[in-house]
C-alpha cells in the first residue's frame, strides 16, 4: 500500500502538474463511492497538496472576482491501498475514478483525478490531519525522534520491534516495505521487543569534543533505526517515479524495484506478524516470534521456473494431500502411477475402490469370503509425491 513516500511523490505530482491550471465548477464524486460529498463550487481555483506522513492535503482556493464567493477548502486523503492521483482528459476518464477535479474552459477541459481501485482510500473535508498520528518521518524529524524516546514507557513498545514500527502514533509514514528495509539494514531481528532496540538509541551519545560536520558524518555513516526511519523515505522520494505501486509491470516502479533490498526478495524468509502483516528479513527472526508460525524463504526466479517446470513434468504429483476420502474413492490411479513391475493388465484385474461396497455385498449373498488383503504400498509414494510438489 502507499506509504509515506509515496503520499510526498504524490504531493509532488499534484503541484507541477496542476501549476498555472485553472480549475472551475463543481466537485464531482463518483455514485459508488462511500466517501462524503465535496460542498464545494467555484468558476476559477487552484488546486495545491502537500503530504504529512500517511496523509495528504489538497487545498482548493478560489481566485480573486470568481463566482460564486467561496472561502478555501482542504480535503485531507489517506490513500488506503492503492489510492493515486491523475491527470487526464476530461473524456477518458480512469476506472475507479471516485473524485474528480475539472479544468475551466476555455482550455482543452482536463480531471484531476483520485483514483482508488479497491475503495480503502477515504478523503475528508473538515482539512485537518488525523488527530493521534505522530510527526512525520520525513518533514519533522526531530519531533518524530522526540515523540517516540520520550514514550517509551508505552505499551506499543512491549511488541516486537516490527510491529511497532507500523504504529503511526510514532512511526507517521512508515509501512510494510519501510520496515523491512530498515530492520534488514541495520540487521536488528523483527521480533525482538521494541522498548529493547530504542531503549539503546537513549544511552548512545556522540562526543561531545567533535565538531558538527564530524557530527554528522558519524551520523551518516552509522545511523541508528531512528534516523533511517527519516533517510529511508528520504531515498524512494529522491527515486521519483511513484515509488512502490501495484503495477508492477509499468516500467516507472523499475527504479524502485532495483532499490529494494529485502522486501519481497530472493533468498529472504518471511512471517506473519500478530496483525498479518507480512515482515521480510534475514536470518534469526527474534524472541517475541510468532509461536507455531513458520518462516518461509523467497526463492529466485530460477528456482521458482525450475519448479514451475517440474509440474508440468509431473502434474499428478501437485496435487494436494488433503484430499476427502470420498474424492479418492472417485479417483482411480493412472497408468503412470502403477509401481514398477505392474502390468496394465495386472491392473486391470484388480478391483477397483469404485466397487468396493457392491464387491462385498456380493462376497455376503454368496457365501465366499476373499483371503486377507494386505495393505497397498501406496504411504511412501503419497509421500514422495508431496514432497516433489
Do not use: D, W
Given at each position: 500500500?502507499?506509504?509515506?513516500?509515496?503520499?510526498?511523490?504524490?504531493?509532488?505530482?499534484?503541484?507541477?502538474?496542476?501549476?498555472?491550471?485553472?480549475?472551475?465548477?463543481?466537485?464531482?464524486?463518483s455514485s459508488v463511492s462511500r466517501n462524503p460529498e465535496v460542498p464545494f463550487e467555484s468558476s476559477a481555483y487552484h488546486i495545491s497538496a502537500l503530504a504529512r506522513g500517511k496523509e495528504l492535503r489538497l487545498t482548493l482556493s478560489p481566485l480573486p472576482g470568481s463566482q460564486p464567493p467561496q472561502q478555501p477548502l482542504s480535503l485531507v486523503f489517506r490513500f488506503g491501498m492503492s489510492g493515486s492521483f491523475q491527470l487526464v482528459p476530461a473524456e477518458a476518464l480512469p476506472r475507479h475514478a471516485h473524485l474528480r477535479f475539472y479544468t475551466a474552459p476555455p482550455a482543452p477541459r482536463l480531471a484531476l483525478c483520485f483514483v482508488d481501485i479497491r475503495r480503502f482510500g477515504h478523503w475528508d473535508p473538515g482539512g485537518e490531519w488525523q488527530p493521534g498520528r505522530g510527526p512525520c518521518v520525513l518533514l519533522e524529524y526531530e519531533r518524530f525522534r522526540e515523540n517516540v524516546l520520550q514514550n517509551l514507557s508505552d505499551k506499543a513498545f512491549d511488541r516486537p520491534i516490527c510491529e511497532a514500527l507500523l504504529d503511526q502514533r510514532f512511526f507517521n509514514g512508515i509501512g510494510n516495505y519501510l520496515r523491512a528495509?530498515?530492520?534488514?539494514?541495520?540487521?536488528?531481528?523483527?521480533?525482538?521487543?521494541?522498548?529493547?532496540?530504542?531503549?539503546?538509541?537513549?544511552?548512545?551519545r556522540l562526543n561531545p569534543e567533535l565538531t558538527l560536520s564530524q557530527k554528522i558524518k558519524a551520523k551518516l555513516l552509522n545511523p541508528d533505526l531512528l534516523e533511517l526511519c527519516h533517510l529511508v523515505p528520504k531515498e524512494v522520494v529522491q527515486l521519483g517515479g511513484k515509488g512502490y505501486g501495484p503495477e508492477r509491470g509499468e516500467e516507472d516502479f523499475a527504479a524502485f524495484r532495483a532499490w529494494l533490498q529485502c522486501y519481497g526478495m530472493p533468498g529472504m524468509s518471511s512471517l506473519r506478524d500478530r496483525h498479518g502483516r507480512t515482515i521480510w528479513f534475514q536470518g534469526d527472526p527474534g524472541p517475541l516470534a510468532p509461536k507455531g508460525g513458520r518462516s518461509r524463504k523467497k526463492k529466485s526466479q530460477e528456482t521458482q521456473l525450475g519448479a514451475k517446470d517440474r509440474k508440468e513434468d509431473f502434474p499428478l504429483s501437485s496435487k494436494p494431500m488433503s484430499r476427502t476420502r470420498r474424492a479418492r474413492k472417485h479417483h482411480p490411479?493412472?497408468?503412470?502411477?502403477?509401481?514398477?513391475?505392474?502390468?496394465?493388465?495386472?491392473?486391470?484385474?484388480?478391483?477397483?475402490?469404485?466397487?468396493?461396497?457392491?464387491?462385498?455385498?456380493?462376497?455376503?449373498?454368496?457365501?465366499?469370503?476373499r483371503a486377507p488383503k494386505s495393505k497397498p504400498d501406496t504411504q511412501p509414494r503419497e509421500a514422495g509425491e508431496n514432497s516433489a510438489s
Open positions: 500500500m502507499p506509504e509515506g513516500p509515496e503520499l510526498h511523490l504524490a504531493s509532488h505530482f499534484v503541484n507541477e502538474t496542476c501549476k498555472g491550471l485553472v480549475f472551475g465548477g463543481c466537485v464531482e464524486k528495509e530498515i530492520l534488514y539494514r541495520l540487521k536488528i531481528p523483527p521480533f525482538e521487543k521494541a522498548r529493547t532496540v530504542l531503549e539503546a538509541l537513549q544511552r548512545c490411479k493412472s497408468i503412470a502411477q502403477q509401481p514398477e513391475g505392474t502390468s496394465l493388465k495386472q491392473n486391470q484385474e484388480t478391483p477397483t475402490a469404485l466397487k468396493k461396497g457392491k464387491r462385498r455385498r456380493r462376497q455376503a449373498s454368496t457365501g465366499h469370503h
